[in-house]
């Protein structure tokens, strides 16, 4: 059983920066492909940033791809998502997610964590 902690939530201004880190445990974090996800107030979970299990290969949604940023440390089991130039739209739960198969669908991920509050003021 894969447990995932997030981090690094907080209250940001328009146009800053903030990290997000997930930390896993009970498994072999290199098995898995990591996820980043995000439900904002009224919407549905919505699909963020994924990085394959071994050649760290990124995958990023429209509105994130060239502000946020995912990597992964398999010798820390640890993933984290930069993200930069925030919005008031970014504002949301971030959650972090794994399984062995690569997906942007949040169905497909078997193991979750509970999620970090972004929030993003104008």
């Known amino acids: 059983q894969v447990q995932l902690v997030e981090s690094g939530g907080g209250l940001v201004q328009a146009g800053g920066s903030l990290t997000l880190s997930c930390a896993a445990s009970?498994?072999?974090?290199?098995?898995?492909?990591m996820a980043w996800f995000r439900q904002a107030p009224g919407k549905e979970r919505e699909f963020v940033a994924a990085?394959?299990?071994?050649?760290?290969?990124?995958y990023y949604t429209d509105s994130t791809r060239g502000r946020f940023a995912i990597s992964r440390d398999n010798t820390k089991n640890t993933v984290s998502l930069q993200m930069k130039l925030l919005t008031p739209e970014d504002t949301a739960v971030y959650f972090c997610?794994?399984?062995?198969?690569?997906?942007?669908?949040?169905?497909?991920?078997?193991?979750w964590g509970q999620g970090t509050q972004v929030t993003v003021s104008s």
């Open positions: 990085i394959s299990w071994t050649l760290g290969n990124t």
């Open positions: 997610a794994a399984d062995r198969q690569l997906s942007d669908t949040q169905s497909r991920y078997a193991y």
């Open positions: 009970g498994g072999t974090f290199s098995d898995y492909a």
